[in-house]
């Protein structure tokens, strides 16, 4: 059986209940715990900016904004074009090494 390093998984989120999301999302964060970069392209942007580390954010086929996900949650033609003018960041505004923190268990220092 291969040991694979990388896994990409296209829309998870699309069309699951609430209650079987938060299961899958314990799966991935499980496999990231173990060693793998997990790939995703997702348009549920709270579940992207709760587990990423790093976005690369797509608007018709051109990157719009790539970073840590504070930066691209504030940057303008992100909230243009996906989180809108209202979006509220809430649990998604923590600095850089607060998020590490949160996704790794460790802060820079």
Not at 2 to 26: C, F, H, K, W, Y
Not at 51 to 75: F, H, Y
Not at 86 to 97: C, F, I, K, V
Request: aromatic share 4%.
């Amino acid at each position: 059986m291969s040991e694979p390093r990388v896994i990409m998984l296209d829309e998870p989120m699309a069309g699951v209940n609430p209650a079987l999301s938060q299961t899958l999302m314990g799966h991935v964060e499980s496999l990231v715990s173990d060693g793998l970069t997990v790939l995703f392209v997702e348009h549920d942007m709270d579940l992207v900016m709760g587990v990423s580390d790093w976005i690369i954010c797509l608007a018709q086929g051109e990157v719009i904004a790539e970073g840590r996900p504070q930066t691209v949650a504030g940057d303008p033609k992100v909230i243009e074009a996906y989180l809108g003018t209202g979006y509220q960041r809430g649990n998604h505004d923590t600095s850089d090494a607060e998020h590490d923190s949160q996704r790794t268990g460790q802060v820079d220092q």
